[in-house]
């Protein structure tokens, strides 16, 4: 039985395929870059796998890995969150912030404690 150390896939034209293979991931993306492929995406497999048990290895990958999407959204739902606690936290606060006059700043001075 054959068996591979690389798993991926890469598409040419319409047509996205499986792709297993031996060597390493740097040669092999740029062969198929070469030969106009794109969307390539290739992992190392933990021993080496017949192609259909390399196959299901990868497919299950693929379902474990949040897309760009999944992160974001859940990103801007914690986001979101945090800044109600914030809010909710802050009701009933009464706090007074005193701003010095630019003029009354010297950010020249470096005696001042704030120079930049």
């Known amino acids: 039985m054959k068996t591979f150390t690389i798993v991926g896939k890469s598409t040419l034209g319409q047509q996205t395929k499986a792709r297993v293979a031996n060597g390493t991931i740097k040669a092999r993306?740029?062969?198929l870059a070469r030969n106009g492929h794109t969307d390539i995406q290739f992992v190392e497999l933990p021993e080496p796998m017949?192609?259909?048990?390399?196959?299901?290895?990868?497919e299950a990958q693929e379902l474990m890995t949040p897309t760009f999407e999944d992160v974001s959204a859940d990103i801007l739902a914690r986001e979101a969150e945090l800044d109600q606690q914030m809010e909710d936290a802050s009701v009933g606060l009464d706090i007074e912030v005193e701003l010095e006059e630019d003029s009354e700043l010297d950010f020249n001075n470096t005696a001042s404690p704030i120079h930049y």
Request: charged fraction near 15%.
């Open 29 to 31: 993306t740029a062969v």
């Open 50 to 58: 017949s192609k259909p048990e390399a196959i299901a290895f990868f």
